[in-house]
Each structure stands twice: as structure tokens, then as C-alpha cells.
T-cell receptor, first 113, second 112 residues
């Protein structure tokens, strides 16, 4: 039973437009959420996170939105660039439990020049 | 500063063979992790270690063993390889405190 779901395996976006990657979770114990980015033949790298006490966190072109009541979060990339083409993993954990991170299956983003 | 290194990058094993996946870090991080990623699935935690001499099971430990004799190294041992262990294996590290994990480049293992 997947506790973190990313229902879109892939997404294509034109360069300069907004990319929106979605993630749903089922475990209400999760109170900290992360996004990782992965290029081919590399390991995932941490991108951005959000605590459940917030509903938005922004870092440059990347913004994560959290809707706790819907158990849903999304990552917005504006504007999208070809270098953003990668697999994006949504992940969740309890805020104090750094070792027990649950990952979603990932969404492959292609940004078309 | 190499970060997290994993060897080998690729390996093909026959059913029943054994092997050790190596993970080495030069960041002096206390925490180390082993994950596997199957196609279409998220990363699943196999084992982790909070420091030299201390290891603990993750979500999917069956068929694997680990040891942590030094801060730098966290090898993952597969005994009696099975096709179900075909996967990409990632090692990760984390310093103490409120920091996220740093991942190595992965080892792609095929068991036939």
C-alpha cells in the first residue's frame, strides 16, 4: 500500500511555462514533506521541503504548496527550463524522524525547448 | 571531496551468487542508509546506521545484511541472490541534526 503517491508517471512542459507536479499521501502522521530531483545515472538530490505548519514554501523558481486537509502537495516550477528535465520524487516523514522517509514513485518531467 | 561513492556501477549476478555493494563517504556523516528502487516504485529503505557499530532494519531488509565498522563505509551484502533483488541500489548519508540525505549515484544490479 503506497503511502506516498504520484499519479502522473510523466509530464511534458514547454520551456518558460509552469510545471506542476502533484503528490498525495495517505498517512496523517506525516508532517514533513520533501521533493527530490534525480538526473539519469545520478542519485536523488534534495530540492525543497515544507513543514505541515506551513502551506507554502518558496525557493527561487521552485514553490511547494501543501493542502493538509486534502493530503495533497504540489511542486511548481516557474519558469521551466530544459535543465529541469529530471525525475522528481515526492517524499514524506514525521518531522523529527529523519531516518524514516517514504518516497513516492516519481514523476518524469520533460521540459521541451 | 568525493561525497558518496558506490561501487560497482553495474553488476549481473546469477541466482544463488552473493556479492557486496560498497558505499563510502568522505563527509564524516554519522548516518548512512541503503535503499532500493524498483521500476515504477519509490525508494524503499533496506537498512540504516546511526553510527559506527550500530545498524537497524528498514522497510525491506530480508535477503540483505549490513555492517558498519567505520564511519566511512557501509557495505550491503546480498547472500543467495534472487531475481526479486534485481533493482537499483542507492546509498545515502546524513549529518546529525535537521539535514536531509545525500545520495550516491547508485548500483544497478540484475539477477538472472
Amino acid at each position: 500500500d503506497q503511502q506516498v503517491k504520484q499519479n502522473s508517471p510523466s509530464l511534458s512542459v514547454q520551456e518558460g511555462r509552469i510545471s506542476i507536479l502533484n503528490c498525495d499521501y495517505t498517512n496523517s502522521m506525516f508532517d514533513y514533506f520533501l521533493w527530490y530531483k534525480k538526473y539519469p545515472a545520478e542519485g536523488p538530490t534534495f530540492l525543497i521541503s515544507i513543514s505541515s505548519i506551513k502551506d507554502k514554501n518558496e525557493d527561487g523558481r521552485f514553490t511547494v504548496f501543501l493542502n493538509k486537509s486534502a493530503k495533497h502537495l504540489s511542486l511548481h516550477i516557474v519558469p521551466s527550463q530544459p535543465g529541469d528535465s529530471a525525475v522528481y520524487f515526492c517524499a514524506a516523514r514525521k518531522e523529527t524522524s529523519y531516518d524514516k522517509v517514504i518516497f513516492g514513485p516519481g514523476t518524469s518531467l520533460s521540459v521541451i525547448p | 571531496n568525493a561525497g558518496v561513492t558506490q561501487t560497482p556501477k553495474f553488476r549481473i549476478l546469477k541466482i544463488g551468487q552473493s556479492m557486496t555493494l560498497q558505499c563510502t563517504q568522505d563527509m564524516n556523516h554519522n548516518y548512512m542508509y541503503w535503499y532500493r528502487q524498483d521500476p515504477g516504485m519509490g525508494l524503499k529503505l533496506i537498512y540504516y546506521s546511526v553510527g559506527a557499530g550500530i545498524t537497524d532494519k528498514g522497510e525491506v531488509p530480508n535477503g540483505y545484511n549490513v555492517s558498519r565498522s567505520t564511519t566511512e563505509d557501509f557495505p550491503l551484502r546480498l547472500e543467495l541472490a534472487a531475481p526479486s533483488q534485481t533493482s537499483v541500489y542507492f546509498c545515502a548519508t546524513r549529518p546529525g541534526g535537521p539535514y536531509e540525505q545525500y545520495f550516491g549515484p547508485g548500483t544497478r544490479l540484475t539477477v538472472t
